[in-house]
């Protein structure tokens, strides 16, 4: 016979958004592209933009200083911190160790996980298992990315969709059986790495000279390709945990989808039969922010009041990797 599993559950939520905004209109002065076609093939009216001198660590400090105070608790409380992000301030050491040092976390054990747009899940189930082995009591789970630093700003394709934030919450134990974190449904294939990535900076394609030039920096998506991918790989992934864990869609009451584009999130709306005003979208104003972008809405979910005690909450991403998943939480 095995035991109920403890409940871990989210103590608290926080996140980070640049001041600057940069709009539509802003971006069709730097590349051949109009409001009209950004808005109608992605719903981004504009996003946010890092100052050049504030780095990943600095936003994701700022987004799990709010969580901790959301949690109230103190530097000392924090036994483990994770940040998911692709865009980490410096190859190593982690960003994590610097969101450490930033917020003065004494006790934590401190890494980062690299799953692109779908960073934040892996990040979650990851902090889930650790704090539910029993050798940590409160872990910072954040995502947060400086997208801003790896957009080839000449590139029409993909320098519109992109933005700059930080999410974090904290988990620990729970109280209520039943309640929090009740599992995740992660995958991965790397057979299409090469559809959404960054050729350069790591050993196949070392910083060059050449490198620089040829643009090996930037990040690189076949868009048409991620956009059929997106909407496959979410679908099945809703429907596995929803089977796995026995729940029907007419359960769920808040969908937390991967703010990439609103056509992924309304094709996902009709094929699993969810209506939209159930998904929380807030892409229009951040855009694609990555393994921010998942922490960022739900922290304004929670702000803006769209959650309640007891709601049924599915968290939705893919990524590059391929990476995918979903989560399912019973809201405390
Ligand atoms: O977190 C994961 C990150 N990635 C994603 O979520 C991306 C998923 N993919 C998408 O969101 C969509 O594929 C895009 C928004 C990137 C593109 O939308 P689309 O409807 O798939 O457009 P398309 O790539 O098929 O391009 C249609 C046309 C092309 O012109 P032609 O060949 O039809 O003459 C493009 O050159 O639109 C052109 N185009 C643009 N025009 C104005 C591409 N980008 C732009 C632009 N402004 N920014």
């Given at each position: ?22 709009t539509n209109d802003?971006i069709s002065?730097?590349?051949?592209t109009s409001d009209e076609w950004i808005l109608s093939?992605?719903?981004?009216k ?287």
């Amino acid at each position: 016979m095995t035991s109920e599993p403890l409940p871990i559950t989210i103590k608290g939520t926080g996140s980070y958004a640049p001041e600057k905004v940069l709009t539509n209109d802003d971006i069709s002065k730097l590349v051949d592209t109009s409001d009209e076609w950004i808005l109608s093939r992605s719903g981004i009216k504009e996003r946010r933009i890092a100052a050049k001198n504030e780095t990943c660590s600095d936003m994701a400090a700022k987004a799990g200083l709010a969580a901790m105070k959301a949690a109230n608790l103190s530097p000392e409380d924090i036994d483990l911190v994770i940040v998911a992000t692709i865009t980490p301030d410096k190859p190593f050491p982690s960003t994590a160790c610097l969101t450490q040092h930033k917020l003065g976390l004494p006790n934590a054990v401190c890494f980062d996980i690299e799953a692109a747009c779908s960073g934040f899940l892996f990040a979650l189930e990851t902090g889930v298992a650790l704090v539910r082995s029993g050798n940590y009591r409160h872990a910072l789970i954040i995502g947060s990315e400086k997208m801003s630093s790896i957009i080839d700003w000449t590139d029409r394709t993909t320098c519109v969709l992109f933005g700059d934030s930080a999410g974090a919450v904290i988990i620990g134990e729970g109280s209520i059986p039943g309640t929090g974190f009740l599992g995740a449904n992660l995958s991965s294939d790397g057979a299409s790495s090469d559809i959404l990535h960054v050729p350069g900076g790591g050993s196949l394609i070392p910083p060059s000279a050449d490198s620089v030039a040829s643009g090996q920096h930037f990040l690189k998506m076949k868009g048409r390709e991620v956009f059929k991918f997106a909407v496959r790989s979410m679908e099945q992934s809703a429907i596995d945990i929803l089977k796995q864990y026995n729940f029907t869609t007419k359960q769920i009451d808040v969908v937390i989808p991967h703010q990439a584009n609103l056509r992924i999130i309304e094709l996902l709306s009709s094929k699993l039969e969810l209506p939209m005003e159930k998904f929380f979208i807030n892409l229009d104003r951040y855009g694609n922010t990555s393994s921010a972008s998942i922490p960022l809405a739900l922290d304004e979910a929670v702000q803006a009041k769209k959650i309640k005690s007891n709601d049924l909450i599915l968290m939705l991403a893919f990524g590059g990797g391929l990476t995918w998943g979903s989560a399912l939480i019973r809201w405390p």
